[in-house]
């Protein structure tokens, strides 16, 4: 059975540019929800999506988005990028909720 | 905002040493759930416990919950190299958590030296 596929796996871009991060859940799973961690911050939670809708979001601002399609396949999008955004983004699915995650290997932003 | 606290920030031991870690929350937490993080690469879950009291082995990894469910520790005996990594704990605030749902702690980075 098939991991957690995050691409890319390394990103740089620069202030103000916008990005799209990709992740692809183990098969039959139904929630995906994406992670930020730095080392000033830790590991945080930025949102879940759930059959397409999302049911639960972090506290981070509105720059930062994501969808979810029919295949449970996710996208997370950071418009305006700023420095503080450079981090580590995880993306974990699990069948039904935030319990048990299986993630990926992260996308590194950097961002110049 | 929720936090929780792990303690210690880093721990060094030599092989064969048990070793224990501590995750607190000053809030009763629905969920606990211990995973590892080799550096720059994704977690890997451990175990998640639920009731207050509740402990959970595997291999020679133990976590426990105290009855308050506020605060939880992992134990390891008899270290491993294969053991090192960044342990972090993590937990589901329910909804006193808010717009936080799921808050990690920072980590515990642990080294073990052959």
């Known amino acids: 059975k098939a991991g957690v596929t995050q691409t890319p796996r390394y990103l740089i871009k620069t202030r103000g540019q916008q990005v799209t991060l990709s992740c692809s859940p183990i098969s039959g799973h139904r929630s995906v929800s994406w992670y930020q961690q730095t080392p000033g911050q830790g590991l945080q939670f930025l949102f879940e999506y759930f059959s397409e809708t999302q049911r639960n979001k972090g506290n981070f601002p509105g720059r930062f988005s994501g969808r979810q399609f029919s295949n449970s396949r996710s996208e997370m999008n950071v418009s305006t990028l700023e420095l503080g955004d450079s981090a580590l983004y995880l993306c974990?699915?699990?069948?039904?909720?935030?319990?048990?995650?299986?993630f990926g290997s992260g996308t590194q932003l950097s961002v110049l | 905002s929720q936090e929780l606290e792990q303690s210690p920030q880093s721990l060094i031991v030599q092989e064969g040493k048990n070793l224990t870690i501590n995750c607190t929350s000053s809030k009763t937490l629905y969920g606990l759930y211990w995973y590892k993080q080799k550096y720059g690469e994704g977690l890997i879950f451990l175990m998640m416990?639920?009731?207050?009291?509740e402990e959970k082995s595997h291999e020679k990894i133990t976590a426990k919950l105290d009855e308050k469910k506020q605060q939880s520790s992992l134990h390891i005996t008899a270290s491993q190299p294969s053991h090192a990594g960044i342990y972090l704990c993590?937990?589901?605030?329910?909804?006193?958590?808010?717009?936080?749902?799921?808050?990690f702690g920072k980590g515990t980075k642990l080294t073990v030296n052959p």
């Open positions: 993590g937990a589901d605030m329910g909804p006193q958590g808010g717009s936080e749902k799921l808050v």
């Open positions: 974990a699915s699990s069948l039904e909720g935030l319990e048990k995650l299986f």
């Open positions: 416990l639920q009731k207050g009291g």
